[in-house]
């Protein structure tokens, strides 16, 4: 059975070897002119699409990987600012929990934004791109079945002109020819329907990719937006923090310092926006130093005029005078 098996692809091993030269042949007579060549303008046309469609997707797909690379590098950047923040963060300091919290939502946003843009992206492209190897390689088939059968056909038809007629040649090299050309014809049937239907299918793939990158863009940076809003707002308050603690730090000594027009503190107990030019913007928490008016006639009923200490530490002067009013304050 061995020695069968070895004759078997001993055979085979030489028919593929002549069919090579056969072709390598043809081609020669067909480049030097002394042969015609089948010729498919159509076809070449829908390879040539074929040839442009495979290189503007394993473009997208090299550069949407590099996109995710980016996605992934980021991460790792915020992972670690967010980190380092919660390292530094005294467990004393305002919202303290808060800033562990946005940390870890942070680094799972990230996470999901990542895994869905390749669950809703990548996969597909994949198998998109997949589909290429294979009809390439049925490409190239073609063209060798193709040029198999203008050979037979040659043949063929040389045997026919041949003065010396040999019916057996002849009809083996008529049966060679049919069986060229079945083989060619069924995978250029095949090729003819599958590339425009392949061609068309980049559109979807386009329009998959693009919609899935720019849906989730668009929620990740949604979610974000409110995690980074919220840091914000704990950074405000930590800030408001650090100026509430200096004054009453350094109550004792600044008192004395003040400049004689002060007539008093008072603390902010609740938040109060400025509703004109003339008038404060309050935190709760500030602390004010009131000031008379500089006529009574000025000074409305439950209003107060003053200047907020945080400035009077900083500038060393009265200038940011502003009008607030006073049930929204304590004395101090």
């Given at each position: ?92 300091w ?12 942070t ?52 045997i ?13 090299a ?33 329009v ?9 863009e ?18 405000t ?45 309050l ?50």
């Amino acid at each position: 059975m061995a020695e069968v098996g070895k004759g078997v692809n001993a055979g085979k091993l030489a028919s593929n070897v002549q069919k090579r030269i056969t072709r390598a042949q043809e081609k020669v007579l067909q480049k030097l002119g002394k042969a015609d060549e089948t010729k498919d303008t159509a076809f070449e046309e829908e390879v040539a699409k074929f040839n442009k469609q495979l290189i503007d997707g394993s473009k997208l797909q090299k550069d949407f990987k590099a996109y995710l690379a980016a996605v992934k590098t980021m991460h790792e950047c915020s992972k670690r600012l967010h980190d380092c923040l919660a390292e530094m963060y005294d467990p004393e300091w305002f919202g303290k929990e808060e800033v562990d919290s946005i940390a870890e939502d942070t680094d799972l946003l990230w996470q999901d934004f990542h895994q869905n843009l390749v669950d809703n992206a990548l996969i597909s492209m994949d198998t998109y791109l997949a589909q290429f190897p294979d009809i390439k390689a049925r490409i190239a088939k073609r063209e060798r079945k193709l040029v198999d059968f203008d050979s037979a056909r040659h043949h063929f038809a040389s045997i026919q002109k041949s003065k010396k007629k040999d019916e057996v040649k002849i009809s083996k090299a008529e049966e060679d020819l049919g069986r060229a050309q079945k083989v060619f014809e069924e995978i250029n049937y095949e090729l003819q329907e599958e590339l425009p239907t392949l061609w068309d299918s980049r559109v979807g793939l386009y329009v998959n990719t693009f919609q899935s990158v720019a849906g989730l863009e668009l929620k990740f940076h949604k979610d974000m937006g409110k995690l980074n809003q919220n840091l914000s707002d704990i950074m405000t308050k930590l800030d408001e923090q650090r100026l509430n603690e200096t004054p009453t730090v350094t109550n004792g000594s600044s008192d004395a310092e003040l400049p004689p027009s002060v007539l008093y503190k008072v603390k902010a107990v609740h938040d109060y926006g400025a509703t004109d030019s003339d008038e404060l913007d309050l935190k709760a928490g500030d602390i004010v130093l009131v000031l008379p008016f500089a006529s009574p006639d000025e000074q409305d009923d439950g209003w107060l005029m003053g200047v907020k200490e945080s400035h009077w530490l900083q500038n060393k002067n009265l200038l940011a005078t502003g009008v607030f009013p006073e049930n929204f304050t304590q004395k101090l």
